[in-house]
């Protein structure tokens, strides 16, 4: 589905930076509406979620079609993406940004991660909010929402592109989230960016340690003293960044 | 796409009823939610919209797919679909709601009515509205709004079930808008709500002219007296209904 | 239901002043929250809108409580509130701020009509609009909607205090509607806020005058110079205001 | 007020189940829109809040009806609510939706608790949340809000049928609310919904149980596979259920 | 203010164009967001609003200080802003996109149009709106707004940078108004984007009669074929373009 | 910029109230607008925010003004208000209540804190958010927002009179945060605010205290009965309050 996989030296160094840096890398080429508005972790996990978009596309329910009958065909369209989402893929759910009812609860959640995702994102909600957020598994929505998706979400299409809280989601695109919120990285972009993000974590890394110990920002965040990136330079040398 | 394919009878019958009486035929048989939601149309036609759906999708844009070059592909979606649209079709497009920038503007859409398309319909907002408005084609939208729609739409897929206002629209469903909004009715239930609407037309009309005379809505609408029934059967007798 | 009936002459004060000045004569009381919100009328029809309100509650419709069958049931408060409301009153609905499904449609309204009503007003929308809109009778809602209140509106009481469109609504207040929107006034102050008001009038009209005829506003309006005063005076007596 | 008390043992069976299984059995009976949205917990109890609802409905507060001498009045709704509220009962008031300002605080909130009350819910915003959320009462809102209700809100009336977060809600319906939100349950349907639900959480429990040991959801959720049902047969001896 | 004053050709240019087509011109150059969101005009001129920005910032009024004694004073900034707004130029409000309470009134508005203003933009509301719709000065708003400003709103600031409907405005900018919506154009860009968007409004026009003889979008809109660049010469020949 | 700078033991004394109380206070004086609406702070710090207001306004961002360079820009106004927000104050950010994009980051917002400022707020959202809530200086915001501030917010102006949602905000306002949200004090009134706000903190400590022991609210909170005065006397007394 793409020809960008992701390489497991890119997804270690995208699991030690921060979605708002991947965010100014992104920006500084142009792409600016890649974050996923409004979402958050269900719980803080402490670490980044990292991952291959795989894709899910929820429609209005029209009540006929979507009885709980519905859920005993094998084919319903939401079932299958949780047992075809491939392991260390990232279900990303666009939901319409509806959180009216649930995109999927804790049992379908379960059976993700013993499968083997690397996480989940709607930009909806999920029902059974307070298991999932203690499942080893990251998650992602808007807010908890207990009826069932059955009742306005109609699952309609796998890995097909897609709108995710606003933010263009196409399937194999790098999924990054942290403690605050959630970005996708174009798949072809996801090394150079994982590259530039993890030089930027070091500057600023360096710089909140100068500002804990008295420095102006000006001059140093951005780096336009030189004498900034010379302490970098040393920095960079006595901490092996 | 659908086994349905709208009758002549039946469109003939749906261009004389409202979309308030298909509403309530829709309901009796459990669907709710098929009107499309805060779309009003450009100008009013003094004619229903009558057509088979032909959808459009949108997502939300990523700036380096949606330069002004792109509209130099003869195959991009947008303008695919104004040129595939058949015949007597409507086209309805899943602006995600957002009427930020344009779903389409007037040269495209001069060019769906000299295709002879049905009707137009977006979720979003037509730019050139005032333009549109001119038009022999009735067309719907959220409201005006004149930046390109690169600007925050990329037209992804043709002919998809999609949402547009939270209705639920697959292709082939009937589409009938009058001179305050539009509803989508599956394509299987056309003929029979086409039947009934007609029926409930013929008693609305008789009931405002009852109540017109004088008479009270109680007994009368619904009918819950007998004697209003004699009366209507007179008064369809009278009148050729 | 109030001490305070609307005098003949307090009505036709009203008839002649507008939504903007009855607002500004509240605000001077304190009264900040009077208008209407995001109200607008069906038609114009070149005069006032001014009666007591008679108020229809609705709740959150539930499913087994709203089949079409309930209209068959003569006790309907909607029905009844049709039925009920004095004559030269309002009808003042309280849709929650939803014009997901209708308020009310064209035969209800035009009984109101018929049986002399003033007008009524919906935070919600009215289904037929269009036909509404012809009706010699003065109609605000927020904007048209197609489906049967059923859907998501049930009818549970009359006459009680109510809010629409985040204005405090009480049996009895006097509502006045123009071209531009709807306000509330508190039984209560009707006869001095159209005394006022009528004043307030006159001095606005003068004073528009003098702006096409040149004059800044600085010291006219408000009239903050002497000679503003003297003006009108003399033009009062011009014109016999 | 309801022919159906909450019987102690439907009671007991409502505090072990989840709002979603409960919303998933209300939609089996057509009943869709009996969550209340988007209001949340304002501290995870570990335990459900159950108990018929007794209501409060406020309206938009107009200026001269709510100055802090209102308070003074014994007979204030809001006042009377806390105090009248029967033991075991869950007060759930009608906010229309907004935490501009509060919809009660901490003071009448204890002596809602010291009185009996199962839990309290609004769908506006709670002040003194920080202090709320560490009774030992169940408390659900949309945010905290810090004015005061006179603020925005005026307290018409008890007990009287109300929406609460678009949900209908009935004196004397069974309100549940878990750590993720609130759903309500008409008065006659609560014992079977009971029952049900209870059934429903056994397979459940035994469904991820399964999923946790490798299982895949389809066949197993729902149990279309007769091996399913077979496997739940054997787990509900040995585990009692 | 700035340094780039509009000169008349500019002006006369930019009367004959829309604002769809400027939108794509600034497009091109990497402005995505100078439409005015969501504003309308009051009535619809028939031409073109174009002029230099005069700005006026409101902020959330506070009570104290918003008596109607405010207007009182000469230097109040709203009424300042109507008195020394410069001919020609056009009055843009930030009225934090909330038409809660009104920007402006017909007075004030009738004093700008004596004054030579170009035309007046609100992101709120205008009161006496069907008033201001008579005059012969353009104005666009959300919709109308009877409270007096003072409610929601204080005027502090005159021709300070601004953001109007979600678009930034800076003093000087150049403001275009069509039938459909707003625009601004930054300073130093109108001369370029006037010529550019008249030869674009040349091809549209070209193109559209050639739709309405039956082309075909491909190849002509954009001009991919060498032919429609051929024919479009003609066509300028023709029609002198 | 104020002539009425903090007192020393004003501040100590908001320390130690409620927003809740300081909101009523200013409702008794006729201002109901000076909550800062849908705030909440990123960590409860268990202490009171108190300081006075130094403001930095946003506006939309334009694309050609907001590129990364200007971060290079000793002169640009987020850096500079950092580096000039006066000890003790707090820094309040008018970003249009857009979370769309940050207003400030955790290097910036360490920048603040090292400097002494008392605490941070916006009606946008912080990047970082994870690392300034653990920060030892409280900060407030509507949510997360990862994407750098420049994609959608310039920063224009420092220390002018803001809206913060939708409260009004001069420089040199009193702003005090607890753990439920925050409020705006003017200036002039923090005193006499600190004071009363102060005796209603005893009497509700009382209140809350007697009605822990059993008392009803009616005649106690507030106190309409002689006798409650009686026994907050003695509990004063007894408490030393």
Redesign the interface.
């Known amino acids: 589905m793409t020809d960008h996989p992701l390489k497991p030296e890119t997804k270690a160094k995208l699991e030690g930076i921060?979605?708002?840096t991947?965010?100014?890398a992104l920006?500084?080429?142009?792409?600016?509406?890649?974050?996923i508005?409004?979402v958050?972790p269900l719980s803080?996990k402490g670490r980044n979620m990292v991952g291959p978009a795989f894709t899910l596309r929820y429609?209005?329910?029209?009540?006929?079609?979507n009885t709980?009958a519905e859920?005993?065909n094998?084919e319903h369209p939401q079932?299958v993406a949780?047992?075809t989402c491939p392991e260390g893929h990232v279900l990303v759910m666009d939901s319409?940004k509806s959180?009216?009812a649930?995109s999927a609860?804790?049992?379908?959640i379960?059976?993700l991660m013993?499968r083997g995702a690397a996480g989940i994102v709607t930009d909806g909600g999920f029902?059974?909010?307070?298991n999932i957020a203690k499942l080893d598994l990251p998650a992602y929505h808007h807010?908890?929402?207990?009826?069932?998706n059955?009742?306005?979400n109609?699952a309609?299409?796998i890995n097909?592109?897609?709108?995710c809280g606003?933010?263009?989601v196409f399937p194999g695109d790098i999924v990054v989230g942290?403690?605050?919120?959630v970005?996708i990285i174009?798949a072809h972009l996801a090394d150079e960016i994982a590259d530039e993000a993890v030089e930027m974590t070091a500057y600023?890394d360096f710089?909140?340690e100068q500002?804990?110990n008295?420095?102006?920002?000006?001059?140093l965040?951005?780096a336009?003293r030189e004498e900034s990136l010379d302490k970098f330079a040393e920095w960079r040398k006595a901490n092996n960044r």
């Not at 920006?27 to 974050?35: E, I, M, S």
């Not at 807010?143 to 069932?148: D, E, G, W």
């Not at 942290?178 to 919120?181: G, T």
């Open positions: 921060s979605v708002a991947i965010a100014t920006y500084k080429r142009g792409l600016r509406n890649q974050a508005q409004d958050r803080q429609m209005p329910a029209r009540e006929d079609r709980l859920f005993r094998p079932r949780i047992e319409r959180a009216y649930a609860g804790d049992i379908l379960t059976r013993m029902r059974d909010a307070m807010r908890p929402s207990s009826p069932t059955l009742t306005t109609e309609i299409a097909e592109p897609i709108g606003d933010a263009p942290d403690d605050d919120s970005i174009p600023e710089a909140i500002v804990r008295g420095a102006s920002i000006i001059g965040y951005p336009t």
